[in-house]
C-alpha cells in the first residue's frame, strides 16, 4: 500500500486512530480505533456525510467509543511505549479504500474511501454497529453522489458539469443503477464539443470534453469518444506557440489578471494540458505523463495536472 496515495486528512485520521490506541493502551490499532477517528472529527468531511444521511453522530460515536472501550489493554513492561500495530482487519479495511478510490476514479485515497473501505470489510464489533445505525456501502455511494452533485451550486453559469455528470454515473453503477447510470453519462457527454482559448478570468478551459469522451466510452459511442479526444489534441497542437495578448476594453479584469505575469506560459500550460488529456484517452498515456510532468515543473500547483497524474499509469 503506498502512503503517498493518502489524503492529508486520510492520513491525520490513521494518526488519530494510533493516538486513540495509545491513550487506551492497546497494542495495535483496530476498526473502532480508524472510525472513531473518522467520526470524531467535528469539523471534518465524515460526520458532515453521516449527518446528511440522517445518522445521529454524536449517539454513533459514543457507540464506538463504547467499542474502544472493550478493546484489550497492554501495560507494564511488555509494552514499549508509544508503539502500536497495524491489525489485519485495519489492513483489509484500508486496501479496501484504495480499491474504492481507484473504482470511483479518484486519485487519491481520502477519507470517504476508508469510510467505505470498513463498510466493505467490517469485524463483527463494527458490522453489528453499522447494522444499528443502518449504515451501508450503498448508502455512503448514494449520499455520495448527492453531496458531489450540490458541489456545483453557486459557481458561475457558464461552468460546465460534465466532470460531475460522468463521477455520478460512476457512483450511480457502482450502485448497481444501470438507468440512473446511463442518464448520468448522457448529460455527462453533451454541450459543446469545440475547445475554446482561455484567456480572462471568466473563461472556462476545454477539459470538460475529456468527459464528454470518457462518457461517451461508457455508452459504447466509441467514434464519438475518439472525436474528443482528437480535439483537444489538435486543439492544443495547433494553439501551442499562438502570441496572446489581452484586448483591456474587451472585459472588465480584476487587477490581479491585469497584472499576470505571463500569459504566453499560460497559454502554453493549457495548451499542453489539454493534449495530456486528448493522449490518455486516446490510451498514450507516455506522451500524457510527458506532457503532465513538463507542465508541473512549470507550475507545480496545477490543479489539472495534478488530479489527472492518476490517469496515466
Do not use: W
Amino acid at each position: 500500500m503506498n502512503m503517498n496515495q493518502f489524503t492529508q486528512k486520510s492520513l491525520a485520521a490513521i494518526q488519530g486512530a494510533q493516538d486513540i490506541a495509545v491513550e487506551h493502551g492497546n497494542q495495535q490499532i483496530e476498526q473502532p480505533h480508524l472510525l472513531l477517528a473518522l467520526t470524531g472529527d467535528n469539523q471534518g468531511f465524515i460526520p458532515q456525510l453521516l449527518t446528511a444521511m440522517g445518522s445521529t453522530v454524536p449517539s454513533l460515536e459514543a457507540a464506538v467509543k463504547a467499542e474502544v472501550e472493550k478493546l484489550p489493554k497492554v501495560s507494564g513492561a511488555g509494552r514499549e511505549a508509544g508503539k502500536v500495530y497495524v491489525s489485519q482487519d485495519v489492513d483489509k479495511a484500508l486496501q479496501a479504500a484504495e480499491r474504492e478510490a481507484r473504482a470511483m476514479k479518484d486519485e487519491y485515497i481520502s477519507v470517504e474511501h476508508i469510510l467505505l473501505g470498513l463498510l466493505a470489510h467490517p469485524n463483527s464489533a463494527l458490522k453489528e454497529l453499522f447494522r444499528t445505525y443502518g449504515l451501508t456501502k450503498e448508502g455512503v455511494l448514494q449520499a455520495l453522489a448527492a453531496v458531489r452533485e450540490l458541489l456545483g451550486e453557486g459557481k458561475l453559469p457558464n461552468v460546465p458539469d460534465n466532470q460531475a455528470h460522468y463521477y455520478m454515473g460512476i457512483a450511480s453503477r457502482m450502485l448497481g443503477d444501470e438507468n440512473r447510470a446511463a442518464e448520468y453519462f448522457v448529460l455527462a457527454a453533451s454541450g459543446p464539443q469545440e475547445p475554446e482559448r482561455v484567456l480572462y478570468y471568466n473563461d472556462q478551459p476545454s477539459d470538460f470534453i475529456f468527459y464528454q469522451g470518457l462518457a461517451n466510452e461508457e455508452l459504447g459511442r466509441s467514434g464519438a469518444a475518439k472525436k474528443a479526444y482528437h480535439q483537444l489534441t489538435i486543439f492544443g497542437e495547433k494553439h501551442l506557440f499562438d502570441e496572446v495578448s489581452y484586448d483591456f476594453f474587451a472585459v472588465s479584469l480584476p487587477e490581479i489578471e491585469v497584472y499576470q505575469d505571463d500569459i504566453t506560459l499560460r497559454n502554453i500550460q493549457y495548451c499542453n494540458y489539454l493534449r495530456a488529456l486528448g493522449a490518455i484517452g486516446l490510451g498514450e498515456k507516455e506522451k500524457a505523463k510527458e506532457l503532465l510532468e513538463e507542465i508541473l515543473k512549470k507550475q507545480a500547483d496545477h490543479q489539472g495536472a495534478l488530479s489527472h497524474r492518476e490517469m496515466t499509469r
